[in-house]
């Protein structure tokens, strides 16, 4: 077994791995991750989730749900690298934490059930990596269990992820029988005790060793066709050297071409020693990533991964604890000192840096400084939220932060004592401050506090962190969905005038709009820039450019309440066709007015249609309550797209109304006697029917 060696404090980049653990829920990866602190010696006692005794895992609803709800950090040494590892959300209302983690870190782990192949959220975090061009390496897990099948997985991997899989591991028996693998690059067997401890590395097994050469030949030739050095060398010996095929491995994983994947089962402690060194063979340092580049003025700016350069950090998550506001950021450039005065330049003030940490998950370590490709927690930033951009004040620079979804569900709040609406009003301020994806707001007719969040569980988990936290009795209401509006039918030509004369300098602005839907209206999720389009067929300078600018800002500011519900408008082009100005009278802020009144009434005029949050739901059934799940799903507005049989169950994908989705969880259970589970994740918004908006809309 390779020895687990701590080089000294001072280690170049090249060995710095920041990764992070991606999955479905249940798929493994809290475990996983205790396996590597385990093998690693960072930790001398196997955590196991069922018992509540993990690292990663240690906030009490995490333990008593049996599900990892925030993104934990975590350090190991492997090999003479440093691996900072962040445990992240398998549950789809807990995606905005994966985004945040997905942001700072340089290459992944993803994680697959060897008997479910790709699942949901498997697909949906694969996707999130995409966006942020992060490398991965694939773990199938759970090869111990009845039914598992890397094969299959691996199909699964390359239908429903479209990349290149490049396996290079063939498992030792099958389900109890698993005992090891045959590394295809060393051609070598890795066999495990009963007990998981360690592996002895040896020949490959006589009765697998035609089908390693197979597998290895299959390796070899999926490596050329995407490797031009491979490529080369293959056509002139038809084989690649061991050395050869790790150098285009790597190449292929940095570069997105391909994914390695790996296999074991993690609860069994088998296959986790091969993946370490995977990761440090194939996932890129921070060196390895384009350098990150941030903006000032509108300039763009790269900080090169560099301990002497200008210090630059991007703030990505931020918790409350008994000891102080711990402020979690990756240092992309430069060093930063306990004692260190930095600009919070998203907010435009400075901060002190009090204390710098290393975290291991709810512990940590003091240290002194930390250094480009450093992940750390510092205390004493009063004000920097996730997404700040935190730098040395006489280099500023503003990095990209991660991109925050819009809530879709709802519920109102409010202490049970009034002596307690302060305490309330103050524990949900720190609640979104901590969790970007929640927002509170006061309802304008009913003076309710109102906390939305990406789904029920999301909301549950935060209404009781303020009861266990604050000791507070609260009051919760039902949970409501997030609607939109949208333009069905538009209007041409809409003439809006604003004119104001009160004494001294007067108001006015003309302006002349046209409004239509957008052709990807459909697809619109929520009212973001992405659902509203304007522009100007403005001729002859009758409307200067700034006013035009003026009047795009009051549009956006109309497309906050529709006319049908007050919700959200999305999903609209607005062409600014004419207008007229006064040459002592017009102003932006007039044409803004002016913008905003007029698109109010644009849509007043036109016809509107009701959008809802829909969900993709899995159904897991047994094959005797499929029927029963139908009619359940087709009762609430839910519309079928596929159903596969497999091994004495059946596998159901439906799109159904988030609204119709509360309490399922209960109902599948009565309908399958306990043996039904389900997935979700969103699938964007949809027109409601006409008579259920005329129902939602009389309410």
């Known amino acids: 077994m390779r020895t687990n060696l701590r080089p000294h404090p001072t280690r170049p980049l090249t060995v710095k791995r920041n990764l992070g653990i991606l999955a479905h829920v249940d798929a493994g990866k809290t475990t996983v ?36 709800i925030f993104a934990a950090a975590v350090s190991c040494d492997w090999d003479g690298h440093r691996i900072n590892l962040i445990d992240t959300p398998g549950h789809v209302d807990f995606s905005d934490e994966v985004e945040r983690s997905l942001r700072v870190l340089d290459g992944a782990v993803a994680v697959f059930d060897a008997v479910a192949g790709v699942e949901p959220q498997s697909e949906s975090v694969w996707r999130q990596a995409d966006r942020h061009q992060v490398p991965r390496i694939a773990f199938v897990n759970k090869l111990d269990r009845a039914g598992a099948d890397l094969d299959t997985a691996v199909a699964s991997i390359r239908d429903r992820l479209h990349t290149v899989p490049l396996v290079v591991q063939l498992p030792i028996g099958r389900e109890d029988g698993f005992t090891g693998v045959v590394d295809l690059v060393r051609m070598r067997a890795l066999v495990w005790g009963a007990g998981g401890e360690a592996y002895q590395e040896g020949p490959v097994p006589d009765g697998l060793r035609e089908e390693a050469l197979r597998r290895r030949r299959l390796l070899e ?10 490529l080369e060398e293959f056509c002139v010996g038809a084989a690649l050297r061991d050395a050869t095929l790790a150098a285009a491995l790597r190449d292929l994983t940095r570069g997105g071409e391909g994914v390695v994947v790996l296999c074991g089962s993690a609860y069994r402690n088998r296959g986790i020693e ?14 390895d990533v384009p350098a990150v580049r941030g903006t000032l003025g509108g300039e763009v700016r790269e900080r090169a991964a560099d301990p002497a350069a200008p210090f630059a950090g991007l703030v990505f998550k931020v918790t409350a604890t008994a000891t102080g506001r711990l402020t979690y950021v990756r240092v992309y450039a430069g060093t930063v000192e306990k004692g260190d005065t930095v600009l919070d330049a998203t907010a435009g003030r400075t901060e002190r840096i009090g204390r710098i940490l290393r975290v291991q998950a709810d512990r940590s370590t003091e240290v002194d400084r930390a250094l480009a490709g450093d992940i750390v927690a510092v205390i004493g930033p009063k004000s920097a939220r996730a997404g700040a951009t935190l730098c040395a004040p006489d280099a500023p620079v503003v990095l990209e932060p991660p991109s925050v979804a819009a809530p879709v569900v709802s519920v109102a709040v409010e202490a049970r004592r009034s002596l307690d609406t302060d305490r309330l009003a103050s524990a949900l301020a720190q609640l979104v401050e901590e969790d970007p994806s929640l927002a509170v707001r006061t309802d304008a007719e009913t003076g309710q506090t109102v906390l939305s969040g990406m789904g029920e569980l999301h909301l549950e988990v935060a209404v009781e962190k303020i009861r266990r936290a604050q000791g507070l009795e609260l009051s919760v209401g039902r949970p409501q969905v997030a609607y939109r509006e949208t333009v069905a039918r538009g209007v041409s030509g809409l003439l809006y005038r604003h004119v104001k004369q009160e004494g001294g300098a007067g108001q006015f602005a003309h ?38 600018r003026a009047v ?8 906050a309440e529709g006319p049908l519900g007050g919700h959200p408008v999305t999903g609209l082009r607005v062409t600014l066709t004419d207008g007229a100005t006064h040459s002592k009278d017009s102003s932006e802020m007039a044409f803004r007015t002016a913008g905003r009144f007029a698109l109010r009434e644009a849509l007043r005029t036109s016809t509107m249609a009701l959008l809802e949050p829909v969900i993709e739901v899995t159904v897991t059934v047994p094959d005797s309550a499929v029927g029963a799940v ?8 839910g519309r079928v797209s596929g159903s596969v049989a497999r091994a004495g169950t059946a596998v159901v994908t439906a799109t159904v109304p988030l609204a119709e989705l509360f309490g399922y ?9 306990g043996r039904g589970t389900f997935t979700t994740r969103p699938a964007g918004y949809a027109p409601v029917p006409a008579g259920v908006a005329d129902t939602l809309l009389t309410r």
């Open 630 to 637: 139908l009619g359940d799903l087709a009762a609430r507005r």
């Open 33 to 68: 991750t205790e396996r590597i602190l385990y093998a690693t010696g960072a930790t001398h006692k196997r955590g196991e989730v069922h018992n509540g005794t993990t690292v990663t895992d240690f906030d009490p609803q995490e333990r008593d749900r049996g599900i990892t």
């Open 221 to 230: 030739e999926a490596v050329a066709e995407l490797h031009p050095v491979a």
């Open 511 to 548: 302006v002349v709009l046209d409004v239509e839907p957008l052709d990807a209206a459909a697809e619109a999720t929520g009212g973001n820039a992405e659902g509203f389009v304007f522009r100007s067929a403005v001729t002859g300078g009758r409307v200067p450019q700034e006013y035009m």
């Open 274 to 287: 091969p993946l370490l060194d995977a990761a440090v063979a194939y996932l890129p340092s921070p060196l």
């Open 552 to 559: 795009e800002a009051g549009c956006r500011d109309a497309l």
């Open 665 to 673: 969880a209960s109902r599948l259970r009565g309908r399958t006697q």
